[in-house]
């Protein structure tokens, strides 16, 4: 797909207009978040809408829909519902509204907890000028104990090629041209990656663009491990690598080599992650000791990977009160979702309040 030049965003401390030609789009879903929390979000909105327009899609319940408008109004954002979507993964209706809804070309789509300063904003688009979507590399920070426990899954995974984050930057052209994305899977950035893809589109990872997440709290944090670990299902050669890995150390067990196994294992992962934390100017980003603690993420998803294979075999990980049995899907464009005016771009999408 041709890819024009897209516009630069506002330089900070100066006042958007249109012509800057950007939108930041957040999917959410808050029912009970502390007042703190709800305004911190209203801080963070009212600072992008000086570089760019700005949508927050929220599907909270209606009081807390009702509180969230009271508390964002003046901020420059828009905030509107979502639309129908087919799927039982309620982030996809949100990201298919705010996308198809907005008034720009280049998109950026962040999750709740992710935080951008202008210069990440300034680096995804520009990478999005020769590209149909952008993926850069999220950092938590602050980062108590379980961010950093977190951040060794994303240094293996910058090992072996680009993490997924938490922010996806796309063309709106694209997405309304491969129709969506499908919504019945747990995996959704990644479905939302093959889907470009399968229309002809270019991803390009931008894992040298660092953008700040906030962490969960360490209840959310322990909730997400089987759920992290059945995304493997939507990529069955590392399913097939971790899951091996508790019947290999059995095996050693059994052998009288169990000592020696636990340690190669353990300096494995630190070897891998520090090559993860090495790429793409991440020393800058991450301590010494990151790559320390990917032994203790390898212990916990080789017990959880089985665990994820118990839930598929029950019919899927829960989520959202039932059970998503797909990960993620073989990407099928124009036709996994019909554009047919479900959220189009100034159609369906009501601000419920503005600026």
Do not use: K, N, P, Q
């Given at each position: 797909m041709s890819a024009p030049r897209g516009p630069a965003i506002a330089p900070a401390g100066t006042r958007h207009t249109a012509e800057h030609g950007a939108e930041y789009v957040v999917p959410l879903r808050w029912d009970g978040r502390p007042d703190g929390e709800v305004a911190e979000m209203g801080?963070?909105?009212?600072?992008?809408?000086?570089?760019?327009?700005?949508?927050?899609?929220?599907?909270?319940?209606?009081e807390d829909f009702a509180r969230h408008a009271r508390a964002w109004r003046g901020t420059g954002a828009r905030h509107v519902r979502p639309q129908p979507w087919p799927g039982r993964n309620g982030k996809v209706a949100g990201v298919v509204t705010g996308v198809l809804a907005s008034r720009h070309e280049l998109v950026v789509v962040a999750d709740d907890d992710v935080r951008y300063g202008p210069a990440e904003l300034r680096a995804v688009l520009g990478a999005l000028a020769a590209a149909d979507a952008v993926r850069p590399q999220n950092v938590f920070s602050p980062a108590p104990w379980h961010a950093r426990w977190d951040t060794a899954r994303s240094l293996v995974n910058r090992a072996f090629g680009a993490d997924y984050p938490?922010?996806?930057a796309v063309r709106r052209s694209t997405f309304e041209a491969m129709g969506g994305y499908d919504g019945d899977v747990l995996f959704e950035n990644l479905q939302?990656?093959?889907t470009v893809e399968a229309a002809g589109g270019r991803v390009v990872a931008a894992s040298g663009v660092y953008v700040r997440r906030l962490p969960p709290t360490a209840r959310h944090f322990a909730g997400q491990r089987v759920r992290q670990a059945y995304d493997d299902f939507a990529q069955p050669w590392r399913l097939a690598v971790e899951a091996s890995w508790l019947p290999?150390?059995?095996l050693a067990a059994v052998r009288g080599r169990g000592r020696a196994a636990v340690g190669l294992g353990a300096l494995t992962a630190v070897a891998v992650a520090e090559v993860g934390r090495r790429r793409h100017g991440g020393r800058a980003h991450y301590p010494p000791t990151a790559a320390l603690w990917a032994p203790l993420w390898a212990a916990e998803r080789a017990v959880c990977v089985w665990a994820a294979i118990g839930a598929r075999a029950r019919g899927g990980v829960r989520y959202a009160g039932g059970r998503v049995p797909h990960a993620a899907k073989p990407a099928v464009p124009a036709g996994v979702g019909r554009v047919s005016g479900a959220a189009a771009p100034g159609s369906s999408a009501r601000p419920a309040t503005a600026g």
């Open positions: 801080s963070y909105l009212r600072s992008l809408t000086r570089l760019l327009d700005v949508t927050v899609v929220d599907g909270s319940g209606e938490g922010t996806i939302m990656l093959r290999l150390l059995a």
